[in-house]
């Protein structure tokens, strides 16, 4: 496990933080969870964030998404500091240069695979580039799913067309909360293996919060936290490194 001391370079990253901090209430309940962090996600990699619960991994990604707002310190996503952003310019900003995949899928269902995977493109007024679509939707298996609605599909299926809308607009980056909580190992490990597929043949970068160190196995890299400071990163990691690496944070 090395120590992440290291300073962002806003060239080559994706997501960079300057000196962020960030605390929720006041007085006597003021809790400050994130302290003065600096931390650098490189362009098309694959990293994941872990540690014990409270350790502020969670707040961090909120942050970075432009999800919460932060005290002090910046934010640059693709070379655009959001933290002084207005809110009409944020929201724009997180539906053209953002993808998010949640642990809850988060599909409409009413709505086809095919309707959920463009739903984000059709609220902005505009209309999908076919031909990414039917890339995006063939490389995670769901040519033969897109007319199917979600209680149709099974997790793992609908975990995937969550992936395909975050992959749809090549976004920036990819955030993804916990994105096989709610799915069993086999359809979690398949997608897991899409996230690092698109990561590796499609260049898209991705911010990973989990607290399942096989999950984290599949990043290029895992950046550790604890009470709400990075406490070092681990480079290629393996399900035994990063068991390791929480047992001494008493994760």
């Given at each position: 496990m090395t120590?992440?001391?290291?300073?962002?370079?806003?060239?080559?990253?994706?997501v960079a933080a300057l000196n962020l901090s960030k605390t929720y209430g006041r007085g006597d309940t003021k809790v400050t969870a994130l302290k003065g962090i600096d931390v650098a996600f490189e362009a098309?990699?694959?990293?994941?964030?872990?540690g014990p619960s409270g350790s502020g991994k969670s707040t961090l990604?909120?942050?970075?998404a432009g999800l919460d707002?932060?005290?002090g310190g910046t934010i640059r996503i693709?070379?655009?500091?959001?933290?002084?952003?207005?809110?009409?310019?944020?929201?724009k900003l997180r539906r053209e240069r953002i993808g998010f995949v949640f642990q809850a899928?988060?599909?409409?269902?009413t709505?086809?695979?095919?309707?959920?995977?463009?739903?984000?493109?059709s609220l902005a007024g505009g209309k999908p580039d076919r031909e990414r679509f039917a890339y995006v939707t063939n490389a995670l298996g769901l040519t033969d799913r897109l007319k199917h609605r979600p209680h149709e599909l099974s997790g793992g299926q609908q975990q995937r067309v969550a992936v395909a809308r975050a992959l749809l607009t090549s976004p920036d980056v990819i955030f993804a909360d916990e994105p096989t909580g709610n799915l069993d190992s086999h359809a979690g490990a398949e997608v897991l293996g899409m996230l690092r597929r698109s990561s590796r043949e499609m260049g898209q970068s991705i911010i990973m919060v989990t607290h399942d160190p096989v999950a984290a196995a599949y990043a290029d890299r895992v950046v550790l936290m604890s009470d709400g400071e990075l406490v070092g990163e681990l480079l290629d990691p393996t399900v035994q490194t990063v068991l390791a690496a929480l047992s001494k944070l008493g994760a």
């Open positions: 120590t992440a001391t290291h300073h962002p370079s806003t060239h080559t990253s994706a098309g990699k694959f990293t994941a964030i872990m990604m909120h942050c970075l707002s932060v005290n693709g070379g655009t500091d959001i933290t002084v952003l207005r809110d009409k310019e944020l929201t899928f988060n599909l409409v269902p709505l086809t695979a095919e309707q959920n995977i463009t739903l984000p493109v």
